[in-house]
């Protein structure tokens, strides 16, 4: 999906929630236990009860590769599961050197190889340019860059002075260069309020994978302020507290009863800012 299709989803839905699909098997309702693969039913009655009210999803694949090889099937048909319209990203945080990263491209965007192809990647940018180029081969597809995370140690490196700004801030001044705002994302968490200015100085035209609303406290508000621009600019991912806020037979209902007064929240600001 282009960066023209996500905007139109947006305004379609006139939401940019992201719904993270972190499932833990001791979480789940146990009525579902029933099923062959539980995990896998969960996850589809979430996808059922929210894919009108969000534009993507994001599995974030520790959650499955902690399960092994039952796992890593849950995650290839949950992405299998997902309606075409929506936006996947691969929560997988990779990079390495080059000829592996090209392996981790291949097992989150090569479906003949992997059996998935997700539209994007969460990709660690330590390890430099020639780590990331692999994801980038993939024209159609999008890098989301770590940033400013969301969780506390982002000041052990995030925030460290260098000659030329905050780290972060050389993150997203020197990977610019290597792809522009139709092929790579940024990761900013919703923790990180008032770091979105300094952050649009940046990246105006990137869009941002924004989590850490809902169960790590960031405010939707405070995030939209600085971090809206002309193409609406975020995803907003919520994960447990969409997921989890009911663990009783009603999950699903009070899953799309939450995901709904995000959905209207995002709807006020959109319309406040003239972009529907
Ligand atoms: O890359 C991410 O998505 C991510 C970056 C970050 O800075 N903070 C962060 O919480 N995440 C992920 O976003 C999700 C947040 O989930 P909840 O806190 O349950 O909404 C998890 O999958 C995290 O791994």
């Known amino acids: 999906m ?7 989803q947006i305004k379609s839905k006139k939401s940019f929630l992201c719904v993270g699909l972190d499932p833990v098997l001791e979480n789940i309702p146990k009525h579902l236990l029933k099923y062959e693969n539980p995990v896998l039913e969960f996850n589809k009655q979430i996808i059922d009860a929210t894919k009108d009210l969000c534009v993507a999803y994001k599995p974030n694949t520790a959650f499955y ?3 092994g090889l039952k796992g890593w099937e849950t995650l290839i048909k949950t992405w ?5 319209d929506i936006f996947t ?22 479906e003949a190889k992997s059996e998935m192809s997700f539209d994007a990647i969460t990709v660690a940018p330590y390890m430099g340019k020639d780590s990331v180029g692999p994801f980038l081969e993939y024209k159609d597809k999008w890098v989301i860059l770590l940033a400013l995370t969301s969780n506390a140690g982002h000041s052990d490196f995030q925030l460290h002075e260098t000659p030329d700004g905050k780290l972060y801030e050389e993150v997203i001044r020197i990977s610019s260069q290597w792809a522009g705002s139709e092929q790579l994302m ?3 968490g919703a923790t990180r309020g008032s770091e979105f200015e300094n952050i649009r100085r940046l ?3 990137n869009f941002l994978l924004v989590p ?4 790590q406290g960031g405010s939707l508000a405070d995030v939209c302020n600085y971090g809206l621009n002309k193409e609406c600019g975020l995803l907003v991912n919520s994960a447990r507290a969409i997921i989890y806020a009911s663990k009783g037979e009603d999950f699903a209902e009070k899953a799309r009863e939450e995901a709904i007064s995000v959905q209207k929240e995002m709807e006020q ?5 003239k972009l529907i």
């Open 2 to 8: 282009n960066k023209k299709q996500l905007f139109e």
């Open 65 to 67: 590769e902690s399960m």
């Open 80 to 84: 299998q599961y997902i309606p075409n």
């Open 89 to 110: 990203i691969a929560d997988a945080k990779r990079g390495d050197i080059g000829n592996t990263s090209a392996m981790y491209a291949d097992a989150f965007f090569n």
């Open 186 to 188: 940024y990761v900013v």
């Open 203 to 205: 990246a105006p035209d």
């Open 212 to 215: 850490g609303i809902g169960a």
């Open 269 to 273: 600001i959109l319309l406040s800012a």
